[in-house]
């Protein structure tokens, strides 16, 4: 079974700080998602990377796949309240993303 | 445009009721799943489905059901439920060609 840590579990920040969050593991994954998942909701993907050293950005987010494809990070640049949810990775095993192995995610509180 | 709909939202079992947690997609994804959340641990997937007639288990199948009659539909089922089945459930879609997972907003169960 292949597992995914993120960390921190709990992030409490005032609004315009920065912000990291990780997510490693020992095995390697074909793809890797973000996800961000608002109370009463189900999760919402942000991205996906699929290429080792990938970098995406998503506005005030950026992305990362690790070199060897087995972590990832997600950082947050002048955080603001709206950036408040649960920030979940999921990594796809070889050759599918479909069956997917989720971290127990990050929950972010950014405050006004 | 519904997406993926889930009912009921909310549900209280007893031990050792059965029950089905209904899910509908209309986008013609041929791939559909159920996960359940736990905290502190993620998702993990419980059945899926690669298309009409084809199911198979994921990382916690045992004591769920699941049948996939049509494109559209993909119940889960609740033989006799328990106390470890208080969580919430999440179903699931994607399209055959794509990486794009759509989640429903997820169904509050609690066995007592």
């Known amino acids: 079974t292949q597992l995914l840590e993120q960390s921190p579990q709990f992030l409490s920040i005032q609004e315009g700080e920065n912000l990291t969050v990780y997510c490693n593991s020992s095995?390697?994954?074909?793809?890797l998602q973000w996800y961000r998942q608002e109370p009463g909701e189900g999760p919402v993907l942000l991205v996906t990377?699929?290429?080792?050293?990938e970098v995406k950005k998503l506005k005030r987010l950026t992305f990362q796949f690790g070199d060897a494809r087995k972590d990832s990070s997600l950082h947050i640049t002048a955080a603001q309240p709206g950036d408040t949810g649960l920030y979940l990775c999921?990594?796809?095993?070889?050759?599918?993303?479909?069956?997917?192995?989720f971290g127990s995610g990050t929950q972010l509180t950014v405050l006004p | 445009n519904a997406g993926v709909t889930q009912t009921p939202k909310f549900q209280v079992l007893k031990t050792g009721q059965s029950m089905t947690l209904q899910c509908a997609q209309d986008?013609?994804?041929?791939?559909m799943s159920w996960y359940r959340q736990d905290p502190g641990m993620g998702l993990r997937l419980i059945h899926y489905?690669?298309?009409?007639?084809?199911?198979d288990q994921g990382e916690v199948p045992n004591g769920y059901n699941v049948s996939r009659s049509t494109t559209e539909d993909f119940p889960l089922r609740l033989l006799s439920a328990a106390p470890s089945q208080t969580s919430v459930y999440f179903c699931?879609?994607?399209?055959?060609?794509?990486?794009?997972?759509?989640f429903g907003e997820g169904s509050w169960l609690t066995v007592v």
């Open positions: 095995s390697v994954f074909s793809s």
């Open positions: 699931a879609s994607q399209a055959f060609s794509g990486n794009t997972i759509y």
């Open positions: 986008m013609n994804h041929e791939y």
């Open positions: 990377v699929v290429t080792g050293g």
């Open positions: 489905s690669v298309g009409a007639g084809i199911t």
């Open positions: 999921a990594g796809g095993p070889s050759g599918s993303a479909r069956q997917l192995t």
